[in-house]
C-alpha cells in the first residue's frame, strides 16, 4: 500500500506544465531517433543528454526516459514497414511484422506491436513500483564486500552469459575498467596513467566515450551499408486499432510469458537482446502451428514487441535500487544521474524521493502518452526515412560533437570522441561487445573503491567476500556465472557419460 | 499492394556494388587491433606498476587495482592473438571492400576536419559548412536545398543551446560580430 501512495506522491510531482511538455518533447525526440538509421536508444540518449545538463534532475530523467521510451516505439516502425531492426532487440519483430506490411496488413502490425510493447513495460512498470524499493531497502545493509560482490556479479554475468567469444567481452570489460581509472585516483588522491597530461586529469569522461562509440562509430557503420530504402506507407485507423486490441485477448498467454521473459532478462544483466528472441521462439515453439509463423501472424509480432520493452523497462530496476545498469541504455542514464549530482544506488530512495517517484510515475505516464503518439503520428515518422542519409548524417555529427563539448567545455573531449568513435567502429566490426565497456566504464570506479575499502577492512584478507551467507552467496554466484561455460559443459558430459 | 501499401523508395546515389575488393582481412585488422590493445594493457601496466601496486598502511596502493585490471586485458588479448593465429587454414574474410572503405572515410574526413574547424571558426559556422559541404559533395543534393538546410539547422541549434538552454559552445568571429 505504501508503495501505492508514494506513487501517487510521484505522479503529483509530474503534473506540472513543464514536465509534461519536456516529456512530449522526449517523447517525439525519441520516436524520431529511433526511427532514423543508424541512430537508436543508447545513441539517442547519449546524444540528447547535453539538453538536460542545466535542468533539475527530476525534469532531466523524465525527459530523457521519454527518449528512451520513444527510442523503444520507433524502433518497431522500422522494422515492420522497411524491414530494418532499428536495434538488435526489433530484429525478431521483422520476422512476422514484416510479411504482414507486404500482405498489405502493416497497421495491424504497427497496432500489435505498439500495444504489446506497451503490456511488456506496463508489467515490467508495476515490478518496479513494488518490488525496487525493497530490494533497495534491503540494499540499504550493504557494505562494501557486498556492493564489490554485486559489481563482481554483473561483470561475471556479462561474462557467462553474453553470446560473443568469452575473451572478447573481457577484453572490452577490462578496457573499460581502466579507461575508468585514468586521472585522479579517488582513495588516495594520487595520479595515475595520465602520463603528464593535464587533460587527462579529469579522466576520460563517461558520456564522451559512450557518443563517440555509440554516435560516431553508428555513423561510420551505416555509410558502410547500402542506403537505398524500400518499404511500405502506412496509415493506422481507429478501426484497425480496436479490430487488433479486441483479438488481443486471444493471446493472453503469450502476451504474459514474454512479458516474464522480458522482466527476467532485464533484470539480470546482459540479457535485454536475447529476451525478444525467446519471446519469439518460445512463443513458435509452443504454439500449435509452428509453421506459420514468419508467414506474417500477428502472434509473431506480440511476442518479440513485449518482451523487448518488458526487459527494455526491467532494466531500470536494478538501476534504480541497487546503481547497476542492465542495459547500455540503462548505464547511459546512470551516467546522468552522476552529471546532475544524484549518487546512484538505494540511498536514492530515501535521499531522493521526488526523483525516483517521478521518473516511476513517468514510466507509467510516458508509456501512455507515447502509445496514443505514435498511434496516430505514424506516417509522420515513416516519412522520415525519406530525408536522404546525407542530410542526416552530418547533422547527427554535428550532435554528437556538441553533446560531447558539453559535458566539460572542453574541445579535448571532441577530440576524444573521434578516437572512441574509431574505437567503436573497429570493435563493431571485430565482434568486441561495447554494452561490457559502457558498464565497466561507469561502474569502475565505484567497484574499485568497494573493492579497496573491503580490503582495507579486513587488511587485506580475500576471505572478506565469504564473511557472510549474503556475501558468500553472491561472490560464489557470481563465479558460477563467470565459469558457466565450462560448467555447463562439463555437467554435459556428465550426463552424457551415465546415459551412454 | 492494398489500398495502405503505398511503396516508400528511397534512392541511393553512391550505392556501393557487391563486386567491390577487399581492403583488408578480417583476421589482419582483428590480429593488428588486438596487438594494439595488447600494447595498451602493458603501458597501462607499466603506469601503475610505477604507481605502485603494493600494500601501503592504508591498503592497496593507487596502482594495484588497474595493475591487475591491465593483466587480465593483456591475457585475453594473448588468448585472442594465439587463437586468431593457430586458425591458419580458414578462408579469410574481408574486413571492408573498397568502396565501403571509400564511403567511410567520405564522412570521417570531413567530421576530422569540422573539429579544428570549430576552434577556428566556431561550431555554429563549421556545423553549416560540413551540413552544405557533405550534402552537394557526398549526397548530390542541390546547393541551395543543401545551404537552406545546414543554415537552418545550425540556426535551430543555436536557438536550442545559445538562447534557451544556457549551454556554451566554442564560437568564432561571425558570432562575435553579432555580439554572442
Known amino acids: 500500500m505504501e508503495a501505492f501512495h508514494l506513487l501517487l506522491y510521484g505522479f503529483s510531482v509530474l503534473m506540472t506544465w513543464k514536465i509534461l511538455a519536456l516529456m512530449m518533447v522526449g517523447l517525439t525526440l525519441g520516436i524520431f531517433v529511433g526511427v532514423l538509421p543508424g541512430l537508436g536508444g543508447p545513441n539517442g540518449v547519449a546524444i540528447l543528454l547535453p539538453l538536460t545538463f542545466t535542468m533539475d534532475p527530476t525534469s532531466a530523467i523524465v525527459m530523457l526516459s521519454c527518449i528512451y521510451w520513444g527510442a523503444l516505439f520507433g524502433g518497431a516502425i522500422t522494422s515492420i514497414l522497411f524491414n530494418i531492426p532499428g536495434e538488435a532487440w526489433s530484429v525478431a519483430t521483422t520476422f512476422d511484422g514484416y510479411p504482414m506490411a507486404q500482405q498489405g496488413r502493416a497497421a495491424e502490425a504497427l497496432t500489435a506491436a505498439f500495444t504489446s510493447s506497451f503490456i511488456g513495460s506496463l508489467v515490467a512498470v508495476l515490478l518496479i513500483t513494488f518490488l525496487a524499493p525493497s530490494i533497495a531497502s534491503f540494499a540499504l545493509k550493504f557494505g562494501p564486500p557486498e556492493f564489490f560482490a554485486v559489481y563482481l556479479l554483473t561483470f561475471c554475468s556479462f561474462v557467462g552469459l553474453g553470446r560473443e567469444a568469452k575473451h572478447k567481452t573481457i577484453i572490452s570489460m577490462a578496457f573499460g575498467l581502466l579507461l575508468a581509472g585514468i586521472g585522479m585516483d579517488t582513495v588516495s588522491g594520487q595520479l595515475r596513467m595520465t602520463f603528464g597530461s593535464n587533460e587527462l586529469l579529469r579522466g576520460v569522461n563517461f558520456l564522451v566515450a559512450v557518443i563517440g562509440l555509440f554516435g560516431i562509430s553508428e555513423i561510420l557503420l551505416t555509410m558502410e551499408e547500402r542506403l537505398a530504402l524500400r518499404g511500405h506507407a502506412a496509415k493506422i485507423s481507429l478501426r484497425v486499432v480496436l479490430k487488433v486490441w479486441r483479438e488481443m485477448p486471444r493471446y493472453w498467454v503469450t502476451l504474459l510469458r514474454s512479458s516474464f521473459i522480458g522482466c527476467w532478462l532485464g533484470i539480470t544483466p546482459g540479457g535485454a537482446i536475447a529476451a525478444s528472441f525467446m519471446g519469439y521462439n518460445l512463443a513458435k515453439r509452443l504454439s500449435k502451428d509452428p509453421e506459420s509463423f514468419g508467414t506474417g501472424r500477428i502472434e509473431g509480432v506480440f511476442a518479440p514487441e513485449t518482451a523487448a520493452h518488458a526487459s527494455g523497462t526491467a532494466a531500470l530496476l536494478p538501476m534504480l535500487a541497487l546503481g547497476i545498469p542492465g542495459s547500455g541504455t540503462a548505464a547511459i542514464l546512470l551516467g546522468g544521474l552522476m552529471v546532475w549530482g544524484l549518487n546512484p544506488g538505494p540511498l536514492l530512495f530515501v535521499e531522493h524521493k521526488e526523483f525516483v517517484w517521478g521518473l516511476i510515475a513517468s514510466m507509467y505516464l510516458g508509456n501512455v502518452v507515447g502509445l496514443i503518439l505514435v498511434l496516430t503520428t505514424v506516417p509522420l515518422f515513416a516519412s522520415v526515412l525519406r530525408v536522404p542519409f546525407a542530410a542526416i548524417a552530418p547533422m547527427i555529427v554535428v550532435s554528437c560533437a556538441i553533446g560531447a563539448f558539453a559535458i566539460q567545455n572542453a574541445m579535448f573531449d571532441v577530440w576524444l570522441m573521434l578516437a572512441f568513435g574509431v574505437v567503436g567502429y573497429v570493435f563493431k566490426k571485430i565482434g568486441i561487445p561495447l554494452a561490457p565497456l559502457t558498464l565497466a566504464m561507469v561502474l569502475g570506479s565505484r567497484a574499485e573503491d568497494s573493492f579497496r575499502l573491503s580490503m582495507i577492512g579486513s587488511a587485506g584478507d580475500m576471505r572478506v567476500f565469504w564473511s557472510n551467507g549474503l556475501v558468500g552467496t553472491i561472490t560464489t554466484l557470481a563465479l558460477v556465472l563467470l565459469f558457466w561455460p565450462l560448467i555447463s559443459r562439463a555437467i554435459g558430459a556428465v550426463r552424457r557419460r551415465f546415459l551412454a | ?180
Open chain 2, 1 to 180: 499492394m492494398s489500398a495502405q501499401g503505398v511503396e516508400v523508395v528511397v534512392g541511393d546515389p553512391g550505392d556501393p556494388p557487391d563486386d567491390s575488393p577487399a581492403v583488408a582481412s578480417q583476421r589482419s585488422v582483428e590480429t593488428s587491433a588486438l596487438a594494439v590493445i595488447l600494447a595498451f594493457s602493458l603501458l597501462m601496466a607499466w603506469d601503475n606498476w610505477r604507481t605502485g601496486i603494493a600494500w601501503e598502511s592504508t591498503g592497496p596502493a593507487a596502482g594495484y587495482f588497474p595493475f591487475y585490471v591491465a593483466a587480465i586485458l593483456a591475457a585475453a588479448c594473448i588468448f585472442g592473438l594465439v587463437q586468431e593465429l593457430r586458425k591458419s587454414g580458414a578462408p579469410a574474410r574481408g574486413f571492408v571492400s573498397r568502396n565501403q572503405f571509400k564511403r567511410v572515410l567520405q564522412v570521417f574526413v570531413p567530421t576530422l576536419l569540422f573539429v579544428p574547424v570549430t576552434q577556428w571558426l566556431g561550431l555554429y559556422v563549421a556545423s553549416f559548412l560540413l551540413i552544405a559541404g557533405f550534402m552537394i559533395v557526398v549526397g548530390r543534393i542541390k546547393a541551395w536545398k543543401s545551404i537552406l538546410t545546414g543554415y537552418i539547422f545550425s540556426a535551430i541549434m543555436f536557438g536550442i543551446f545559445e538562447v534557451a538552454f544556457d549551454v556554451i559552445m566554442p564560437k568564432g568571429p561571425l558570432e562575435r560580430l553579432f555580439g554572442y
